[in-house]
């Protein structure tokens, strides 16, 4: 009989359905990375969200068999000792399609229109305190016209761009493998850089990807053009952009990750209070449908795999 540990269950609000074999079922609300080895002993199938689950946890877990991951990234465990061990890890794909390219385009909007700037002038009783009907304090941009620039072309990227066309948005994207979507150019990072008015990231987080955004490149982009986030935090190199931010050498980011999550008193984002900033707790994944898609999607994947047709599969 499998024995199914799900490490961090309350990182996911929706109902998890019981799996269609014989099981014994345990959840944690969270677990901190010491308690993985105690929490998992005699488990044949873990189930983590944000966990992580290294080298040393696995070599210490003989029964286990297969690795369930609640989300789409993968860096959180390690890949190559499971695939030494044997360990089947899936993972949820494509669950949250419309949920994180919406929320790109709230903090899209709020930035472009200035948002935030407009709000605390109301808060603050400006506009009571106006001689004209309206204020026109902060500048406002339309989408329309724009060049919004995608940095990986994926099942995400994509939706995002078919937002940006609605918006009457040119879209450009940098792509490992070739794009050929008409009417979206394939440009180098370094061109979509220099060209875009949005920069939007939708890559996993890998070696090779982490801090693809540093100094250098926020340097190549318009001083008016706005970074999107809502991919993985360490894609960014945080002091750089809270400097960049800080100097006026973009026109604003919205983010929704960050590279340490909770993230640390003294991350440099935290302390900035700039209206062309806007910072948001990992949500952009969380709607309630995406939420109970990524559930269902989950125990799917625990079936398929106990019944001999493993799919998802990242090891």
């Known amino acids: ?11 996911l609000q929706a109902h998890v359905r019981v799996p269609a ?18 929490r998992l002993a005699g488990a044949t199938v873990a189930i983590t969200n944000k966990v992580p689950l290294r080298a040393a946890a696995i070599a210490r877990l003989p029964d ?44 899209l909007l709020a930035l472009r229109r200035n948002l935030r700037a407009y709000m605390a002038d109301v808060e ?17 941009g339309d989408l329309a016209g724009s060049r919004l620039g995608i940095v990986g ?3 995400l990227g994509k939706k995002v761009a078919q937002l940006g066309r609605a918006f009457g948005m040119e ?17 180098p990072l370094e061109a979509l850089l220099a060209t875009s008015d949005v920069v939007s990231l939708h890559l996993p987080l890998s070696a090779e990807t982490r801090h693809l955004i540093g100094a250098r490149e926020l340097g190549l982009m318009k ?28 026109g604003g980011a919205g983010f929704d990750v960050l590279g340490k999550e909770p993230p640390e008193p003294d ?16 949500v952009a994944w969380a709607s309630g449908g995406a939420m109970q898609t990524l559930a269902d999607m989950l125990v799917d994947n625990i079936e398929a795999w106990a019944a001999g047709r493993p799919r998802n599969l990242v090891a």
Not at 21 to 38: C, I, K, M, R, Y
Not at 267 to 274: K, T, W
Request: hydrophobic share 45%; net charge negative; with cysteine.
């Open 153 to 155: 072309y994926g099942a």
């Open 223 to 250: 001083p008016q053009a706005l970074l999107i986030n809502t991919a993985r935090g360490g894609l960014v190199d945080e002091a750089a952009l809270a400097a960049a931010l800080l100097d006026g050498r973009i």
């Open 64 to 107: 286990l068999k297969m690795v369930a991951i609640a989300a789409t990234g993968t860096d959180n465990v390690d890949l190559e000792a499971c695939r030494a061990r044997g360990i089947a890890v899936s993972n949820i794909r494509d669950y949250s399609l419309v949920s994180v390219p919406e929320h790109c385009f709230a903090l």
């Open 21 to 38: 074999f014989e099981h014994e079922w345990q959840d944690h609300p969270g677990s901190a990375e010491q308690d993985v080895v105690e």
């Open 171 to 187: 879209v450009v994207a940098t792509s490992r493998s070739p794009v050929k979507e008409a009417g979206v150019a394939q440009l």
């Open 267 to 282: 991350n440099p984002l935290l302390r900035l209070r700039l209206p062309n900033f806007i910072l948001t707790p990992h």
């Open 124 to 140: 603050a009783g400006r506009w009571e305190r106006s001689s004209r009907f309206c204020l026109l304090d902060h500048p406002i």
């Open 1 to 11: 009989m499998h024995r199914i540990v799900f490490l961090d269950r309350d990182s």
